[in-house]
Structures are given as structure tokens and as C-alpha cells.
């Protein structure tokens, strides 16, 4: 931007113009004042002198003749300064101090005769063609015992004396005034420069600041307004090249974290402008530079989009699994409310899914393996039972190898319910019917306990969609559990039909599950008590395919227990 250099002109015009008006004011008055008082002065005196000569005049009009009174009036000249004229109510002048009456003109329009005639005093000022110059005329009427005006006496004065006196004062004044407009603009030039190379010297500091050169400083060593702005200006300056230092340094901070974190991360403000990012999530959508710009500019995958726009627009956390160019990525997005932001973090899980699968794979293939000689082991032991009265060991080993071939039977349940093309099949089936039949499964055991089973349902209908055969594995694994954790008491089982779920509570009177252990008996081979459950032939399988089952039905187990009180499961599958 250009910009025009102002500033000096305008100060020396303020400054001349500051000066002159005043100037020519000061004369205008003077000169009006002084010649009206001055006039006011002579005026007065001249009708003084007019009536002072008044009495005189009149008997001279009534004794002498014309040619003695013009004598009389001629020698009065040499005392005074003015001019006296007699002047008849014809306007013919009989005498005058200075010419000769009959030589002069007829003054009967003169101003100050026709204000005379009508008994004024009369009053004029003119230029007088006989003397040449301003005069004063003053006139007053002679009247006769019969008040008739017999004649007019007319003083008058030359104003040249006044005129040359205010000449003189006006010129002493301009002369005064002059002296005084030149040190009034040496003044102002030279605070004027005083005052611009202070502003120069501000300008050129923020120009550099403009420019980004932080941390200069501005030198006015003056003690004034100048210096206190400097002052201030250099604070801020050290401020703001303090304040740059550490942005910088927060900003170097956060781009090595950002580039040494794994994961892709993508932070978005709420107009969706991209304010910050790592290589990571640039390689994911292979873009480059895409700070401060749309994500929808350069983010070409549309679930990602819509995952986004999703976050942005109900500023929920929440997670997604997505498939990005032959990887799995887990994008969690979540809303940073003090920046006001939106925070987006990609896990690449390809490598933990692939581990998973070559470990599903194992387990399946190796379960597969050992159930074939197992099963041989056992049909030899049954003969070898037949055939041996020592029975002690056979059932030693009977028993060691039913719990391996249970243990392995779970182990293949779970790998098909891991399994990718795991398929459900969906029917209709009475819950208190497959529950009464899963009960009979445990009777023996039941009476060894001597524990009651109640089944209560508020609902006249208790039928419910799902996989009848897997959640009947379910229900085993659950009600076997709450029979074996119990030993002595009720095992409740409740069902109802609320918004759209099957709701199905397991309660006992058991041992109870320790707070700390209630996340991860979901987990494979988890058992609380690792001897206890050896002493009662449990893997810690069962909770595991009872959770798989479950999530496949896209439901959900919670688990609620107080030790030595008992425990309470409750299934959620949606209808
Ligand atoms: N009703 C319950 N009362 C108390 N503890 C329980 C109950 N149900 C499960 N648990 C605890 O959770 C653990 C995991 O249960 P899970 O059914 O997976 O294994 P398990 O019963 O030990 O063996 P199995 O594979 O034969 O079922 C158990 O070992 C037990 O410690
Ligand atoms: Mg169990």
C-alpha cells in the first residue's frame, strides 16, 4: 500500500493558519475601533467648539455686514486647527476660515446642512474637493428671537492626521505580527520535525514488526509522550518475540510428537478446515499439504468422509473399523472442547489382525489334531477298564482325558464362532422351554446341592428369536456356572420382552466375583481361582464362547456380583 506523506504540510498550514486569522482579526477590529472612538472624540469637541462660538456669530450676523464677518471668521484660522464656515438657509456661504465665500459653490445638499436646516445637529464625513482630503463637518443651526434659522455654522477637520495615525498603528501591528508568524513557524518547524521524526522513527519500528523481525527496539530518549510510547512499544516488541519463541518451540514440540506417534492423527476446527496432521495420516489418504484446507478436498474415502461429518456434527466420540487400500485402520474421532476441535486418530490394526488369524488358526488347526488320538486314547482306556481290576488309575486317566477332550471341544467351538463366515441361524423358539431342558441337563447335580430353580417371566409370551442351538450353549455354560460357583441356595432365571430385546437374568447365591476380576472373565482361559476351579474341571472357556455367541446376536452380557453374596448376569439380544 502506498500512502502519501501528509503529515508536514498540513502541520505548517495549521500552524500558519493558527497564526494569520487571529493577525487579520486583530487589525480588522483595530482599525474599525480606533477611527470610530477617534471620530467620536473630534465629533464631540467640534459641536463643543460649534456652540462656543455660537453667541458670538449670532450678534456679528445682526451688527456687521458680510465682508467683516468673513474677516472674523478668517482670523480665528491662525489659533485653530479646523476650518469654520457661515453658510446662509439658502446654502450660499457668507464667510470661511479658509477661502473666499464668493468663490464657493452653493451648499445646500451638503449632508450635514440639509440635517442643520431640520434643526439637527449635522454630521458628515467626505472627501473635500476644496482642501483635498477626509474631513469631519459638524453643523449647527443659528436661530433669530423668533426661532427661524438665520444661518448655519459648520465646523469641520481634516481627518488626515487620524487616518495617518491608524495607518501607523495598523502597520506597527502587521509589523508585530509578522515578527511574531516567523517565530510561531520556526516553532512549529521545528516541533514539526521533532514530532515526524518521532513518527518515523514509530513507523519504521512497526514496519519492521510487520515484517516479522520481532525483538527490535525504538530509541526516543525524551522524557515525554514520545518516550512513554516507545517504551511501551518496545515492551510489546519483547513480548511478542518472547511469545513467538515459545509458539515456535510448542509448534516444533508438538510436529515431533506428531511424527513420532504410529498412528495417522488429523485434528479439524468446526468450519472442517484441517489445522493439523502427521506424515502418517498424510501417507493414509496420499495427500500432501492439506493443512488449511477441507478435509472433504482431500480425503477421497467416502466412509471416512461420513465418519467425520458424523463426529463433527454430534461432537460424540466414536470409533469405526474401516478398510483403507487392502489395511484395517481403527479411526477414533473425538471432540476437544476447550480448542474447540476435532481430534481423529488411525490405528493400522492389519499386523493384530493378522496375528489373530494365524492364532485362530493354530488353535484350530492343533484342536483338530489332538481330538483324533484323544478320542483313540479314550476308546483304549474303556477297553483297557474292562480288563484291569485295578480300576483307581484307569479312572484317574478317564477322567484327565474326558477334561482334555472337553477342553478341546471348546477350543473348536470357539474357533467356528471366530470364524469369518460364521453364519447364524435365525428361528423362533420358546425360551422357557429350551431352559427347562438345559435345567434337566444339570439335574443330578442340582439335588447333589440341593439347590431350588426358579424360572419367572412376567410375559404370557416367552418366545424369542435367535440360534436356538448356539444360545443354548449359552445358557449351558451359564447355568453350569451358577450351579458350580453355588453351594447352597436358589439359582434365579428371569425373561421378559422389553423395547425390542429379550432380556434374560441369571441370579445366584454363589461365592461372587471379586470387582477387579468382573472385565476379563470374559477373557479365554481366565478362572479367578486357579485351584478352585481345577478341583471343579473348569478351562475358563466357557465365558468366552458365551460372549462370541452373543456379540453374533449383536447383543450384550453385563455382569453384576458381590463376593460371598452372589451374582447376577443379564443378556441383552435384540428381537
Ligand atoms: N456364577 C459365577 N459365580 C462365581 N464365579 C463365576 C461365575 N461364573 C463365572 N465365574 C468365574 O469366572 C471364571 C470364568 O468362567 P468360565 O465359565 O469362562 O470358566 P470356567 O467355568 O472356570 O470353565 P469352563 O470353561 O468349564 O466354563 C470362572 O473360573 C469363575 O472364577
Ligand atoms: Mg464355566
Same mark, same amino acid.
Given at each position: 500500500?502506498?500512502?502519501?506523506k501528509?503529515?508536514?504540510?498540513?502541520?505548517?498550514?495549521?500552524?500558519?493558519?493558527?497564526?494569520?486569522?487571529p493577525?487579520?482579526?486583530?487589525?480588522?477590529?483595530?482599525?474599525?475601533?480606533?477611527?470610530?472612538?477617534?471620530?467620536?472624540?473630534?465629533e464631540?469637541?467640534?459641536?463643543?467648539?460649534?456652540?462656543?462660538?455660537?453667541?458670538?456669530?449670532?450678534?456679528?450676523?445682526?451688527?456687521?455686514?458680510?465682508?467683516?464677518?468673513?474677516?472674523?471668521?478668517?482670523?480665528?484660522?491662525?489659533?485653530k486647527?479646523?476650518?469654520?464656515?457661515?453658510?446662509?438657509p439658502?446654502?450660499?456661504v457668507?464667510?470661511?476660515?479658509?477661502?473666499?465665500?464668493?468663490?464657493?459653490?452653493?451648499?445646500?445638499?451638503?449632508?450635514?446642512?440639509?440635517?442643520?436646516?431640520?434643526?439637527?445637529?449635522?454630521?458628515?464625513?467626505?472627501?473635500?474637493?476644496?482642501?483635498?482630503?477626509?474631513?469631519l463637518?459638524?453643523?449647527?443651526?443659528?436661530?433669530?428671537?423668533?426661532? $427661524?434659522i438665520?444661518?448655519?455654522?459648520?465646523?469641520?477637520?481634516?481627518?488626515?492626521?487620524?487616518?495617518s495615525?491608524?495607518?501607523?498603528?495598523?502597520?506597527?501591528?502587521?509589523?508585530?505580527?509578522?515578527?511574531?508568524?516567523?517565530?510561531?513557524?520556526?516553532?512549529?518547524?521545528?516541533?514539526?520535525?521533532?514530532?515526524?521524526?518521532n513518527?518515523?522513527?514509530?513507523?519504521?519500528?512497526?514496519k519492521?514488526?510487520?515484517k516479522? $523481525?520481532y525483538?527490535?527496539?525504538i530509541?526516543?530518549?525524551?522524557?515525554?509522550?514520545?518516550?512513554?510510547?516507545?517504551?511501551?512499544l518496545?515492551?510489546l516488541s519483547?513480548?511478542?518475540?518472547?511469545?513467538?519463541?515459545?509458539?515456535?518451540?510448542?509448534?516444533?514440540?508438538?510436529n515431533?510428537?506428531?511424527?513420532?506417534?504410529e498412528?495417522?492423527?488429523?485434528?479439524i476446527?468446526?468450519?472442517?478446515?484441517i489445522t493439523?496432521?502427521?506424515?502418517?495420516?498424510?501417507?493414509?489418504?496420499?495427500?500432501?499439504?492439506?493443512i488449511?484446507?477441507?478435509?472433504?478436498?482431500?480425503?477421497?474415502?467416502?466412509?471416512i468422509?461420513d465418519?467425520?461429518?458424523?463426529?463433527?456434527?454430534?461432537?460424540?466420540?466414536?470409533k469405526k473399523?474401516?478398510?483403507?487400500?487392502?489395511?484395517?485402520?481403527?479411526?477414533?474421532?473425538?471432540?476437544?472442547?476447550?480448542?474447540?476441535?476435532f481430534?481423529?486418530?488411525?490405528?493400522?490394526?492389519?499386523?493384530?489382525?493378522?496375528?489373530e488369524?494365524?492364532?485362530?488358526?493354530?488353535?484350530r488347526?492343533?484342536?483338530h489334531?489332538?481330538?483324533?488320538?484323544?478320542?483313540?486314547?479314550k476308546?483304549?482306556?474303556?477297553t483297557?477298564?474292562e480288563e484291569?481290576?485295578?480300576?483307581?488309575?484307569?479312572?484317574?486317566?478317564?477322567?484327565n482325558?474326558?477334561?482334555?477332550?472337553n477342553?478341546?471341544?471348546?477350543?473348536?467351538?470357539?474357533?467356528?464362532?471366530?470364524?469369518?463366515?460364521?453364519?447364524?441361524?435365525?428361528s423362533?423358539?420358546?425360551?422357557?422351554?429350551?431352559?427347562?431342558?438345559?435345567?434337566?441337563?444339570?439335574?443330578?447335580?442340582?439335588?447333589?446341592?440341593?439347590?431350588?430353580?426358579?424360572?419367572?417371566?412376567?410375559?404370557?409370551?416367552?418366545?424369542?428369536?435367535?440360534?436356538?442351538?448356539?444360545?443354548?450353549?449359552?445358557?449351558?455354560?451359564?447355568?453350569?456356572?451358577?450351579?458350580k460357583?453355588?453351594?447352597?441356595?436358589?439359582? $434365579?432365571?428371569?425373561?421378559?420382552?422389553?423395547?425390542?430385546?429379550?432380556?434374560?437374568?441369571?441370579?445366584d447365591?454363589?461365592?461372587?466375583i471379586?470387582e477387579?476380576?468382573?472385565?476379563?472373565?470374559?477373557?479365554?482361559?481366565?478362572?479367578?481361582?486357579?485351584?478352585?476351579?481345577?478341583?471343579?474341571?473348569?478351562?475358563?472357556l466357557?465365558?468366552?464362547?458365551?460372549?462370541?455367541?452373543?456379540?453374533?446376536?449383536?447383543?450384550?452380557?453385563?455382569?453384576?456380583?458381590?463376593?460371598?453374596?452372589?451374582?447376577?448376569?443379564?443378556?441383552?439380544?435384540?428381537q
Amino acid at each position: 500500500m502506498k500512502f502519501k506523506k501528509e503529515i508536514p504540510k498540513r502541520l505548517i498550514i495549521t500552524s500558519l493558519l493558527t497564526i494569520l486569522i487571529p493577525i487579520i482579526l486583530i487589525v480588522t477590529i483595530t482599525f474599525f475601533y480606533v477611527r470610530d472612538s477617534s471620530i467620536k472624540i473630534y465629533e464631540s469637541n467640534l459641536v463643543e467648539i460649534a456652540y462656543m462660538l455660537e453667541p458670538t456669530i449670532k450678534e456679528k450676523l445682526f451688527s456687521d455686514d458680510e465682508i467683516k464677518i468673513d474677516e472674523y471668521i478668517k482670523s480665528l484660522k491662525s489659533e485653530k486647527e479646523f476650518r469654520l464656515t457661515i453658510i446662509k438657509p439658502d446654502g450660499s456661504v457668507i464667510a470661511d476660515s479658509i477661502l473666499d465665500p464668493t468663490s464657493m459653490e452653493n451648499h445646500k445638499s451638503r449632508e450635514e446642512i440639509i440635517e442643520a436646516l431640520n434643526g439637527q445637529i449635522g454630521k458628515s464625513i467626505r472627501y473635500s474637493s476644496s482642501t483635498e482630503e477626509d474631513m469631519l463637518y459638524i453643523s449647527l443651526p443659528v436661530y433669530d428671537s423668533f426661532n $427661524n434659522i438665520i444661518s448655519i455654522i459648520r465646523v469641520s477637520l481634516s481627518l488626515k492626521e487620524l487616518n495617518s495615525l491608524i495607518n501607523r498603528t495598523i502597520l506597527n501591528i502587521v509589523l508585530i505580527s509578522l515578527i511574531g508568524l516567523s517565530i510561531g513557524l520556526i516553532l512549529s518547524f521545528y516541533y514539526s520535525r521533532y514530532f515526524l521524526s518521532n513518527i518515523n522513527e514509530i513507523k519504521n519500528f512497526l514496519k519492521e514488526l510487520s515484517k516479522k $523481525n520481532y525483538g527490535k527496539k525504538i530509541i526516543i530518549k525524551k522524557q515525554d509522550e514520545f518516550g512513554e510510547i516507545a517504551q511501551y512499544l518496545n515492551v510489546l516488541s519483547s513480548e511478542l518475540e518472547e511469545n513467538i519463541k515459545s509458539y515456535k518451540k510448542e509448534q516444533e514440540e508438538i510436529n515431533t510428537i506428531l511424527s513420532s506417534i504410529e498412528e495417522g492423527v488429523l485434528v479439524i476446527n468446526s468450519d472442517g478446515l484441517i489445522t493439523l496432521c502427521n506424515q502418517v495420516f498424510e501417507n493414509i489418504i496420499k495427500e500432501i499439504d492439506i493443512i488449511n484446507k477441507h478435509y472433504w478436498e482431500v480425503v477421497k474415502n467416502i466412509e471416512i468422509v461420513d465418519f467425520i461429518k458424523n463426529i463433527l456434527k454430534t461432537k460424540e466420540t466414536q470409533k469405526k473399523e474401516i478398510y483403507i487400500k487392502n489395511k484395517n485402520y481403527l479411526i477414533k474421532g473425538f471432540y476437544l472442547k476447550t480448542i474447540n476441535e476435532f481430534v481423529f486418530t488411525f490405528f493400522d490394526t492389519s499386523s493384530i489382525k493378522k496375528i489373530e488369524e494365524v492364532k485362530r488358526d493354530f488353535v484350530r488347526d492343533a484342536s483338530h489334531e489332538l481330538k483324533t488320538p484323544l478320542t483313540a486314547i479314550k476308546g483304549f482306556v474303556e477297553t483297557l477298564e474292562e480288563e484291569i481290576d485295578e480300576k483307581k488309575y484307569i479312572e484317574i486317566i478317564k477322567r484327565n482325558v474326558d477334561r482334555m477332550i472337553n477342553i478341546i471341544n471348546d477350543l473348536i467351538t470357539l474357533s467356528k464362532l471366530e470364524d469369518k463366515d460364521v453364519v447364524l441361524e435365525i428361528s423362533e423358539f420358546d425360551f422357557i422351554e429350551m431352559i427347562n431342558n438345559v435345567i434337566k441337563i444339570f439335574s443330578n447335580k442340582i439335588k447333589e446341592k440341593n439347590l431350588k430353580i426358579k424360572i419367572d417371566t412376567d410375559n404370557y409370551n416367552t418366545k424369542m428369536k435367535g440360534d436356538p442351538y448356539k444360545l443354548e450353549q449359552v445358557f449351558i455354560n451359564l447355568i453350569d456356572n451358577a450351579i458350580k460357583y453355588t453351594e447352597k441356595g436358589e439359582i $434365579n432365571i428371569n425373561f421378559y420382552l422389553k423395547e425390542g430385546n429379550a432380556i434374560i437374568e441369571i441370579i445366584d447365591t454363589g461365592i461372587g466375583i471379586p470387582e477387579e476380576y468382573l472385565d476379563r472373565i470374559f477373557e479365554r482361559f481366565y478362572v479367578v481361582n486357579k485351584s478352585r476351579s481345577r478341583e471343579l474341571g473348569g478351562t475358563g472357556l466357557g465365558l468366552s464362547i458365551v460372549k462370541h455367541i452373543i456379540a453374533l446376536h449383536n447383543g450384550k452380557i453385563e455382569v453384576k456380583s458381590e463376593v460371598g453374596k452372589g451374582s447376577k448376569f443379564i443378556i441383552t439380544i435384540p428381537q
